[in-house]
């Protein structure tokens, strides 16, 4: 299918179309077995298309990646500036992990990239140090490493042994958050 029998799209909607379509190619074949002609097959479009969209697979690749992994969690920590309490962090931890199950594959394939990818390891590594920098400006968990290490190593179990039961993901976020707290009151005295 070409540009000339797919429905006109806003520049926006043909962006979200052609990442969507990017993201399940990318989940299937990985990023280097990629091609952006697959791409563009598969959204429906020319490969002239896709680059007048993206000036690489590189930039569609992470076009696609850094909205999913990080606009949820920014937006969460963005509205709790000033300290957070344990209900906030329950419900972060709660969320989070619902966010893997609902988004698996693309979760595998950034950290299967990101060993496989000097420069998209890099860049996972920036956007991990960002994140740590909103945390630290939002004055959220302190400056804590370990706590920080904690919830990724917590978050990537749930990757590999997923639990679908809410009840059990709301004990298991309870459980980190009182653990969270322990640790920053442990800290002040």
């Known amino acids: 299918m070409t540009d000339e029998s797919t429905k006109r799209l806003s520049r926006e909607d043909r962006r979200e179309q052609i990442i ?15 091609t952006t ?3 563009a097959k598969s959204a429906g479009i020319s490969e002239v298309t896709l680059f007048r ?16 992994l990080f606009s949820p969690l920014e937006n969460d920590i963005s509205q709790m500036s000033g300290g957070i309490d344990k209900a906030q962090i329950q419900q972060i931890i709660f969320n989070r992990i619902k966010f893997l199950e609902q988004n698996r594959g693309v979760v595998k394939l950034i950290l299967n990239e990101s060993m496989l990818n000097q420069d998209n390891e890099n860049y996972i590594h920036k956007m991990v140090i960002n994140l740590k920098t909103l945390f630290d400006k939002n004055r959220i968990l302190g400056d804590d490493e370990f706590i920080i290490r904690l919830l990724m190593g917590s978050f990537l179990s749930f990757l590999y042994q997923p639990e679908t039961n809410d009840q059990r993901i709301q004990e298991y976020a309870n459980r980190i958050a009182e653990i969270i707290i322990d640790s920053q009151e442990k800290r002040k005295r």
């Not at 399940?24 to 077995?33: L, R, S």
């Not at 969209?53 to 999913?68: Q, V």
């Open 53 to 68: 969209n993206f000036t690489s697979k590189r930039d569609l690749f992470f076009a696609g990646i850094e909205p999913i």
């Open 20 to 34: 969507e379509a990017a993201l399940d190619v990318f989940i299937d074949k990985g990023y280097a077995a990629t």
């Open 37 to 39: 002609a697959e791409i």
